[in-house]
């Protein structure tokens, strides 16, 4: 069965860098395209990027451009998402999720939540 | 940047029909996509090209999408269909991709 299984929470001070990772199994890691989605406590859904897993190429959304950093790994099929110089704001949970169609994602990590506080 | 907008809020009893707007210019010209996320879980897919069901999401999760409004129909509501709803559209064309709505929450009276 197709499975995203992300790291541990985080806790960092701000001005820091975090990486979570994304270990995919059940399906060819390759094939689809990856996204990384956070949400913060109490809002809503918000896009991040993704990453072509078989090329390495990634698309960042306007809000993270020159923060964030997507990478792979395609031996261990996992996923990595970067974000540096951490605010307060990026307190929040942050997901991987396979795309399906367009955008469109059917399988989701379960979460990582990365706390950003002095 | 293009915007979603959602109601904050809908309200239905069991057994009725509720129905979850999505609003973006020209929407019905992109892809759109639905999602359930119930407290302390992952979303999950339910309506995904404006009107799929992927498998396993039962038929009572429809979706239309034309104009400037994509709906997310939910038939003969249920309890556990008590969640937030998001809507998300995909433009490969553009500069933002990837956009959510703000989410609505689905209560079941």
């Known amino acids: 069965q197709v499975q995203l299984v992300q790291s541990g929470a985080e806790v960092k001070k701000p001005g820091a860098s975090v990486k979570v990772s994304c270990r995919a199994s059940?399906?060819?890691?390759?094939?689809?395209?990856l996204h990384w989605v956070r949400q913060a406590p109490g809002q809503g859904l918000e896009w991040m990027g993704w990453?072509?897993?078989?090329?390495?190429?990634?698309k960042y959304a306007q809000n993270f451009q020159g923060r964030v950093t997507m990478t792979r790994n395609t031996y261990i099929s996992t996923a990595y998402m970067e974000l540096n110089n951490l605010r307060s704001d990026d307190t929040a949970v942050y997901y991987c999720?396979?795309?399906?169609?367009?955008?469109?994602?059917?399988?989701w990590g379960q979460g990582t939540l990365v706390t950003v506080s002095s | 940047s293009y915007v979603l907008t959602q109601p904050p809020s809908v309200s239905v009893a069991p057994g009725q029909t509720a129905r979850i707007s999505c609003g973006g210019n020209?929407?019905?010209?992109?892809?759109v996509h639905w999602y359930q996320q119930k407290p302390g879980q992952a979303p999950v897919l339910v309506v995904y090209d404006g009107s799929d069901r992927p498998s396993g999401i039962p038929e009572r999760f429809s979706g239309s999408n034309s104009g400037n409004t994509a709906t997310l129909t939910i038939s003969r509501v249920e309890a556990g269909d008590e969640a937030d709803y998001y809507c998300q559209v995909w433009d490969g064309r553009s500069d933002y991709h990837i956009i959510f709505g703000g989410g609505t929450e689905l209560t079941v009276l």
């Open positions: 059940g399906y060819t890691f390759s094939d689809y395209y």
């Open positions: 020209n929407i019905g010209s992109k892809t």
């Open positions: 990453i072509k897993p078989n090329t390495g190429g990634t």
């Open positions: 999720a396979r795309d399906f169609y367009n955008g469109g994602s059917d399988y």
